[in-house]
């Protein structure tokens, strides 16, 4: 895939870029190694006062940033907007946080025979990031900011389609202060991925995107003995019972499903409603989504872009297609405009059988799945019955229900009433398919630290004595 920006409102290839020679990913990586130690030298006031800048230049620039967002992958202006000010948010979160998250914890010295003994957490050197179109500055951003503030470098090989928010970043964190090399963007194709993460002063990495591409990180990850985090697809269910508010809950389901033009994969895209109440949020919930207006992403009134890319747009096309050959009933929605652009509009399908496509697979694009099911327990043998386990929403205001679900849904995340976010205050990541490790809170910042255990006696005479491996 070329790394170029293509405006997906219309398909016209705006500025390319040549791959970075090995000799220039060497180079880069030495220096991410060389500002590792110095970051690791400095304190931890001093990177918080570094990443404050950054949330400064980010909400000063933000109107130009996220024109550049919406130009490269066809979020709507507002969205893009709002995912800067979230990056700063998150930024001034562990900027503000950072110290309490990374203070030594102390243990119970006497149990283990010691004078003193407690968990230090240090980090551990420069760590790759493999990063996803969708979100181009909030994906990299949940990562980036707790990292740089735990003393880790960051190496960022972000998805071809954004190269240019791709490079904003890197003159984001420079001009805010960071040394030179803390957080370096490589232009490089996947092909270059295992090169950069077998080299050894690269010492862990994150992933943010599809099955296949966490599966081939792991690999690599797993012969080099790397840590890594993976954040992978979701087929996430949205429940609806019979006691919810359903004028409340169609109104969430459409945002939930079509936020981010409908590529997210934390987007509510399998919505399982009681029988009771099907008919009802059926009809309200079609209503609403044909209600949303589809056209060009720097409009003001325009409610969904188009999709990222030509591929993605004819690859949810097709899993309609493919529904509707086998007798599913298309609701509204269901066939991509003529014109230039990758549009597609908000669709609603039911009548699904495990035999379709739409049934087993993530749709990434603005297309809900309606599933009929008569009793709780159904509702979670359908949300259950998928290989991924990211996010998941539950409607209901039934007390015993509600806490039914928060155990019973087998996701990393579980939002009753609402709908499925990330917050720099919560843990955020997935279970079987879709992934694991955490991003966020101060989980995530601690996931690329060393948790190093320290244990102090009175003496070295009296700390070998009765002494015993592990």
């Known amino acids: 895939m070329p790394i170029a920006t293509t405006n997906p409102a219309t398909g016209q290839v705006l500025k390319t870029y040549e791959a970075m020679p090995e000799e220039e990913i060497d180079a880069a990586i030495e220096r991410a190694d060389l500002a590792f130690r110095q ?6 006031e001093q990177r918080g006062r570094w990443l404050t800048a950054a949330a400064d230049l980010l909400e000063a620039e933000r109107d130009a940033t996220a024109r550049l967002m919406t130009t490269e992958m066809g979020k709507t202006y507002a969205a893009a907007r709002a995912e800067v000010t979230k990056c700063a948010t998150a930024c001034r979160f562990y900027a503000a946080n950072a110290a309490a998250f990374l203070a030594d914890e102390p243990a119970d010295a006497p149990a283990v025979k010691a004078t003193r003994a407690f968990v230090r957490y240090q980090p551990i050197g420069p760590v790759l990031a493999v990063m ?3 979100f181009p500055l909030w994906q990299v951003m949940r990562f980036a900011a707790p990292a740089l503030m735990a003393g880790n470098t960051g190496l960022l090989k972000h998805a071809s389609n ?31 991925v295992d090169r950069i993460l077998s080299d050894p002063r690269v010492r862990a990495a ?9 599966r081939s990180i792991a690999q690599i990850a ?29 109104e969430v389901a459409t945002t939930a499903r079509c936020q981010n033009n409908g590529q997210s994969c934390i987007a509510a895209k399998r919505f ?58 298309v609701l509204c929605g269901g066939e991509p405009p003529a014109g230039p652009g990758w549009y597609y509009p908000p669709t609603v399908v039911t009548d699904l059988t495990p035999q379709m496509r739409m049934w087993r697979e993530e749709v990434f694009g603005p297309v809900a799945g ?16 998928t290989s991924f386990g990211l996010g998941s929403n539950a409607w209901t205001r039934d007390p015993d229900e509600q806490e039914r679900f928060a155990t019973d849904l087998d ?43 320290v244990w102090v006696g009175e003496g070295a005479a009296s700390a070998g004595a009765g002494a015993h491996a592990e």
């Open 222 to 250: 797993g012969r080099e003995l790397k840590k890594t985090v993976l954040e992978l697809g979701g087929s996430d269910p949205f429940v609806v019972m019979p006691s919810a508010d359903l004028d409340r809950a169609a």
């Open 162 to 192: 954004v190269p240019q928010t791709a490079l904003l970043l890197e003159d984001l964190f420079r001009r805010a202060g960071f040394p030179e090399g803390a957080f370096t963007t490589l232009l490089v194709g996947s092909e270059a």
């Open 272 to 329: 399982i409603v009681h029988t009771d109440v099907f008919d009802a949020f059926a009809e309200r919930f079609a209503a609403n989504m044909s209600a949303l207006r589809v056209g060009d992403p720097m409009d003001d009134d325009t409610d969904v872009g188009p999709l990222a890319s030509e591929g993605g747009r004819d690859e949810i096309h097709a899993q309609v297609r493919d529904a509707v050959d086998r007798g599913a009933t």
């Open 39 to 44: 970051l690791h030298g400095t304190t931890v």
């Open 132 to 134: 996803p179109w969708n």
């Open 370 to 385: 309606l599933y009929r099911v008569s009793s709780y327990d159904e509702a979670i043998e359908v949300a259950n019955g």
């Open 411 to 453: 996701a990393g995340n579980v939002f009753v009433n609402g709908m499925t976010t990330s917050f720099p205050e919560l843990p955020f990541g997935g279970v079987k398919n879709s992934g694991y490790g955490r991003e966020l809170s101060a989980l995530g910042m601690r996931e690329f630290c060393n948790t190093k255990t």
């Open 206 to 214: 994150t992933l943010t995107g599809s099955e296949r591409a966490g």
